[in-house]
């Protein structure tokens, strides 16, 4: 069962969601700091991490960088705000997926199962490799080269990767990208999608302000350029 | 006509002022040098009179005198015109030319009296100065007549030179008070860029201090003003973000706590069940009340456009709510247009909605986009709205007739309330018609660009 750490301080919401995440198949840990939840993924590293931003002592963006430092565990920020600001600052500290409150436990669950599919592929051929330029992508292996350089991607901006690879050229708008990496059926926050795009620019190109392969196509969304 | 602006008007009133004080001044100059050329003249003209008058006393002594040949001796020099009238009749040195019908009868009349006179006259197209002088020992009057033709083109000259001289000098009183209007007017322009950014959100315009201290207090007191409302601007979010935080987190345990017992209805007696049954959805419409009541709080806040291609994200919808895909009925040259995503899909989520619960369900969605608008319309076979409605449906906890004699719905009555504030936003209409062949359209008109 994937293991799940809720990093919550609000005790009620805390215990609510783990009883009903546990329904939903998780074997769940919850604390209510940001330094116990640090403490608590180092001793036994979750599969995946729920984090609330409004948290006494370090906060929620401060828990999300020092996470992603420890690893790529799929971080999902839940919380009561909403301001782009907000948004934008946590997914930047490294957050994968944002939801607001209240967020129904079906529609978290969704979240958090997409996030832990792996990088779609044939599985015909362990061996196969894409290449766009000085980009070397071996989606079977999760490996992605920059020249000689092996770059370290999260799962997520490791599919993002390789959905837009797996088009070869073609554009994928913004709504597609979230369905495919996220799981968004219907309408997703944009956003998400942009600011992984820029983490992803900022790992595998030379000059991330001008890239020269993820490019963004105006009005229609990305795509993946050799 | 409008108005004359605060630079223009400073600048006429510059140019006035100018052109008031040269144009008196050179009135003033002009009415001198003419009344004392005239002055001149007339002087030198009498005293030649008087000299040439005594030639002629001198000359008519005698019986029968020749008076032509008299006039002929005189050296009058070129401009004076001697003339004499004795006994009615008038004697000059040749053809009269007109000159003694220049003179007038008054004047005539005084001489013949015995009394020296002096007159300006009109001759053909100048003037000329008629001196009179009476020639009593010899019955007769002496008359010269000295034209002014000359003196009236010197003043010509003067006023046409003083003109320009008024003219140059209105002008640059104009310049001038185009110049100091600017200088005198930027703090205004500052003051109008300040609020210009202010109004579009940006709090931390401030007008730069001035040297001058009346144009300071404008500045202080500006900067002043934009720090209290940014402060209340400020406390007014923190209230909003801090009502919206203590709404949301019970919610969320809420939400939570009840699908946790949902998931174990089955072995709930039926009783329990059915209360379960009423939290779960008692839940969900608070819920969404509290969303949509989060959401119309914001309304200030300005649609987040980006090119979207609409005709996918509404197919994406369509899909989603799992409606027959002959409903959506997209037409129109583009796809992509400026709006917001996320204001469009709610728009769409909420008329399809109210068509659901007020009107037997969506049986169409027109959608046709443009380079520069969408045109959205949701369709339902319901009972259509009363033309008496139309308007209120828009408006906050407004329920349809229908719904309330059904005795309650779970809508939250902020559905389309929040359709009317994501159209506003893109500046856009939204209106209610009678669909052909029964029910109601509700027809949504997007801009792409802001108006």
Not at chain 1, 9 to 31: F, H, N, P
Not at chain 1, 109 to 123: C, E, F, I, M
Not at chain 2, 294 to 306: F, H, I, N, Q, T
Not at chain 2, 319 to 344: F, K, S
């Amino acid at each position: 069962m994937p293991r799940l750490l809720i990093v919550e301080d609000d005790d009620r919401i805390r215990l609510s969601l783990k009883l009903a995440l546990e329904d939903e198949g998780y074997t769940v840990r919850d604390v209510g700091t940001a330094e116990e939840g640090l403490a608590e993924h180092k001793a036994t590293p979750a599969d995946l991490v729920l984090v609330d931003l409004m948290l006494p002592g370090m906060d929620g963006f401060d828990c999300i960088r020092a996470l992603r430092r420890l690893g790529d565990v799929p971080i999902v920020v839940v919380s009561a705000r909403d301001d782009t600001h907000d948004v934008v600052a946590a997914l930047e500290a490294g957050a994968d997926d944002y939801v607001v409150k209240p967020v129904a436990v079906k529609e978290l669950s969704a979240r958090l199962r997409a996030l832990r599919r792996r990088a779609s592929g044939s599985g015909e051929n362990d061996q196969k490799v894409l290449r766009f330029g000085e980009i070397e992508l071996r989606p079977e292996a999760g490996e992605v080269l920059l020249g000689e350089e092996q770059v370290h991607l999260t799962r997520t901006e490791f599919r993002l990767l390789c959905e837009l690879a797996e088009q070869s050229g073609r554009v994928l708008s913004r709504q597609q990208l979230l369905d495919r990496v996220w799981g968004y059926e219907v309408y997703g926050d944009e956003r998400l999608v942009d600011v992984h795009m820029g983490r992803l620019r900022r790992k595998v190109e030379r000059d991330p302000a001008n890239p020269t392969h993820l490019v963004t196509v105006r009005g229609l969304g990305y795509k993946l350029a050799p | 006509m409008r108005a004359l602006g605060l630079r223009a008007r400073i600048t006429t009133v510059f140019a006035l002022g100018a052109l008031g004080l040269s144009a008196s001044l050179a009135v003033a100059t002009y009415e001198l040098t003419r009344s004392s050329l005239l002055d001149e003249r007339e002087r030198a003209a009498v005293r030649g009179a008087y000299l040439d008058a005594s030639f002629i006393r001198t000359g008519l002594g005698g019986a029968d005198p020749d008076i032509v040949a008299a006039l002929q001796n005189l050296d009058t020099g070129e401009v004076r015109r001697p003339l004499v009238r004795r006994d009615g009749q008038w004697f000059a040195r040749s053809a009269d030319n007109g000159l003694t019908t220049a003179i007038p009868d008054r004047l005539q009349a005084l001489v013949d009296a015995g009394t020296p006179a002096v007159q300006r006259v009109p001759l053909r197209d100048s003037s000329a100065l008629v001196v009179g002088v009476p020639l009593r020992a010899v019955g007769a009057s002496y008359y010269e007549i000295s034209p002014l033709t000359e003196l009236e083109r010197t003043l010509g000259v003067l006023a046409s030179a003083l003109g320009a001289v008024a003219l140059a000098t209105t002008v640059a009183g104009a310049t001038v008070g185009w110049v100091v209007s600017r200088r005198v007017l930027r703090p205004l322009a500052s003051v109008a860029g300040a609020a210009g950014s202010i109004a579009s959100g940006d709090f931390t315009a401030r007008v730069a201090r001035d040297s001058d201290p009346d144009l300071d207090k404008l500045a202080v007191s500006f900067n002043r003003m934009v720090d209290e409302v940014s402060a209340r601007s400020e406390a007014d979010r923190r209230f909003a973000a801090d009502v919206s935080h203590e709404l949301r987190s019970p919610l969320q345990t809420l939400s939570a706590a009840t699908s946790v017992l949902e998931r174990r209805r089955q072995s709930l007696d039926d009783r329990t069940a059915a209360a379960v049954d009423l939290l779960t959805s008692e839940v969900a419409r608070f819920e969404s009340l509290v969303t949509d009541l989060l959401e119309l709080a914001k309304s200030d806040r300005p649609a987040e456009r980006r090119p979207t291609d609409v005709v996918a994200l509404t197919r994406a919808f369509v899909a989603n709510r799992q409606l027959p895909p002959g409903v959506l009925d997209a037409t129109g040259e583009a796809a992509v247009l400026d709006v917001d995503p996320r204001r469009y899909e709610q728009v769409l989520a909420n008329l399809v909605d109210n068509a659901a619960r007020h009107g037997g369900g969506v049986v169409r969605i027109g959608l046709q986009v443009a380079d520069d608008q969408l045109v959205l319309e949701v369709d339902d076979e319901g009972a259509g709205v009363p033309l008496d409605e139309r308007d209120l449906v828009f408006d906050r906890f407004a329920r349809g007739r229908a719904s309330s004699m059904r005795g309650g719905s779970d809508g939250t009555g902020l559905g389309l309330a929040l359709v009317t504030q994501h159209v506003q936003a893109h500046r856009g209409t939204v209106e209610v018609l009678d669909r052909p062949g029964g029910g109601a359209r509700f027809r949504v008109v997007l801009p792409g660009e802001p108006a």
